[in-house]
């Protein structure tokens, strides 16, 4: 009984979703821009 149950509520959707599919490519390099920024200045911070 249990193994059904566990069937049933498996997962949907089998395909993943991509939050950029809908985003516009300057949001998306603006993101990847902070990203890196962010990636930086954590580096520095635990160089000191």
Known sequence: ML???S???GCSD???VNVTDD???AAIA???A???RLAAESE???DE
């Open 30 to 32: 603006e993101y990847e």
């Open 7 to 9: 069937l049933s509520l």
């Open 23 to 25: 985003a516009d490519a």
């Open 14 to 16: 089998p395909q993943p």
């Open 44 to 46: 520095a911070s635990m």
């Open 3 to 5: 193994g059904s149950l």
């Open 34 to 36: 902070n990203e890196a």
